[in-house]
């Protein structure tokens, strides 16, 4: 895909005005670098020019009527040029880091932006200790009229100084106020929403503790937990699908599904089921408890045995200790005889989503 991206990219021979995204470009499709993001609607690479880590980001659609759409919207990079600009007006500290945003760095009609790299740590490496900053860095920003309603914590980096810093701002909004109180809720939301069980359970107070010293937020804690546990089971669930379609992890065979990437090590074991439906449906379960960070079984292969009956064949997880627990913060109850009994789940088909008041 990154081949084709490129071609598709290059193909009518025409160069970006700027000097700079013209050598960017070059080493991007010379291979040199590093491809950070590959898919059909974004290409990112991280690449070193004239001493300096730089990020350039390539839109390269596929989607039907995407030239139509160009036309009714602001492209996605000019809009992440244009907050970027916004962004470090408002807030000074931030010039020195991103250096100045200009016409050498964005040519949207050919949708090529470039920034510099940021050095620093990512939301999914964040820690307890992490927690204040987080908060703090999150009301400066909603101050700075700063929203984002695609926010997950890799969107996110606290940098040596411990500021926190958005990394793209493509489907953010940079406004000339404060932000609004309930895209202030809606982003919390989403960045809990984004973190394992564990990681929510111990993020969530200390960091809105240290907001709420800075900033209004008039949703409790607990409302705010509700939601986003409303956002991540409505995202996993979606997510889980691709277990069932060809994707980059699984593979649909003639008699079942292979798992081909991201394979779990361990010890193994078997589910039976009665039917391809049945087992198709207790395959996307466990997959989907996975995505959740639960412990239960692993999906490796779906297939139809000899005796013609479906089997799932997955890795037995680490025990949980806290299984009931980590299954009411997911979304989930099951009866406790239901349960292994040395902390995992093995067959999900006992499994109720309750509803998210009973979780908290």
């Given at each position: 895909?990154?081949?084709?991206?490129?071609?598709?990219?290059?193909?009518?021979g025409?160069?970006?005005?700027?000097?700079?995204l013209?050598?960017?470009?070059?080493?991007?499709?010379?291979?040199?670098?590093?491809?950070?993001r590959?898919?059909?609607r974004?290409?990112?690479?991280?690449?070193k020019?004239?001493?300096?880590?730089?990020?350039?980001?390539?839109?390269?659609p596929?989607?039907?009527?995407?030239?139509?759409?160009?036309?009714?919207?602001?492209?996605?990079?000019?809009?992440e040029?244009?907050?970027?600009?916004?962004l470090?007006?408002?807030?000074?500290e931030?010039?020195?880091?991103?250096g100045?945003?200009?016409?050498?760095?964005?040519?949207?009609?050919?949708g090529?932006?470039?920034?510099?790299?940021?050095?620093?740590?990512?939301?999914?490496?964040?820690?307890v200790?992490d927690?204040?900053a987080?908060?703090?860095?999150?009301a400066?920003?909603?101050?700075?009229?700063?929203?984002?309603?695609?926010?997950s914590p890799?969107?996110?980096?606290?940098?040596?100084?411990?500021?926190?810093?958005?990394?793209?701002?493509?489907?953010?909004?940079?406004?000339?106020?404060?932000?609004?109180a309930?895209?202030?809720?809606?982003?919390?939301?989403?960045?809990?929403?984004?973190?394992?069980?564990?990681?929510?359970?111990?993020?969530?107070?200390?960091?809105?503790?240290?907001y709420?010293?800075a900033?209004?937020l008039?949703?409790?804690?607990a409302?705010?937990?509700?939601?986003?546990?409303?956002?991540?089971?409505?995202?996993?669930?979606?997510?889980?699908?691709?277990?069932?379609?060809?994707?980059?992890?699984?593979?649909?065979?003639?008699?079942?599904?292979?798992?081909?990437?991201?394979?779990?090590?361990?010890?193994?074991?078997?589910?039976?089921?009665?039917?391809?439906?049945?087992a198709?449906?207790?395959?996307?379960?466990?997959?989907?408890?996975?995505?959740?960070?639960?412990a239960?079984?692993r999906?490796?292969?779906?297939?139809?045995?000899?005796?013609?009956d479906?089997?799932?064949?997955?890795?037995?997880?680490?025990?949980?200790?806290?299984?009931?627990?980590?299954?009411?913060?997911?979304?989930?109850?099951?009866?406790?005889?239901?349960?292994?009994?040395i902390?995992?789940?093995?067959?999900?088909?006992?499994?109720?989503?309750?509803k998210?008041?009973?979780?908290?």
């Amino acid at each position: 895909m990154a081949r084709e991206n490129m071609a598709r990219f290059t193909a009518d021979g025409k160069k970006p005005r700027s000097s700079r995204l013209c050598r960017l470009l070059q080493m991007a499709v010379a291979g040199d670098g590093e491809l950070l993001r590959l898919s059909a609607r974004r290409s990112v690479f991280r690449l070193k020019d004239q001493g300096a880590d730089w990020i350039l980001k390539l839109d390269a659609p596929e989607r039907s009527f995407e030239a139509i759409r160009a036309r009714l919207r602001r492209p996605p990079l000019a809009r992440e040029s244009r907050n970027w600009k916004l962004l470090c007006e408002r807030w000074p500290e931030l010039q020195p880091i991103l250096g100045v945003v200009d016409a050498e760095q964005i040519d949207a009609a050919r949708g090529c932006f470039a920034r510099q790299w940021f050095a620093g740590r990512r939301g999914n490496v964040w820690t307890v200790e992490d927690s204040a900053a987080v908060g703090s860095g999150m009301a400066t920003l909603h101050q700075l009229g700063w929203t984002d309603v695609d926010l997950s914590p890799d969107d996110l980096l606290l940098d040596d100084c411990n500021r926190l810093l958005p990394l793209d701002l493509g489907h953010a909004h940079v406004g000339n106020a404060p932000s609004a109180a309930s895209d202030r809720c809606r982003d919390w939301v989403h960045l809990l929403g984004g973190f394992c069980l564990n990681q929510r359970r111990e993020f969530a107070s200390p960091m809105l503790a240290a907001y709420r010293s800075a900033q209004r937020l008039r949703e409790s804690d607990a409302e705010i937990m509700r939601q986003a546990l409303l956002w991540t089971s409505a995202i996993l669930h979606r997510q889980s699908r691709r277990c069932l379609r060809e994707t980059r992890d699984f593979t649909p065979k003639k008699n079942g599904i292979v798992r081909c990437e991201g394979i779990p090590q361990g010890e193994g074991s078997v589910v039976e089921g009665n039917s391809s439906s049945s087992a198709q449906e207790t395959f996307r379960m466990l997959y989907e408890l996975e995505l959740h960070g639960v412990a239960a079984l692993r999906p490796v292969k779906l297939q139809m045995a000899d005796s013609g009956d479906w089997v799932i064949e997955g890795v037995i997880p680490e025990p949980s200790a806290t299984l009931q627990a980590d299954l009411l913060a997911a979304g989930y109850a099951m009866e406790e005889n239901n349960a292994d009994g040395i902390g995992f789940i093995h067959d999900p088909r006992g499994l109720q989503r309750v509803k998210p008041k009973d979780t908290l």
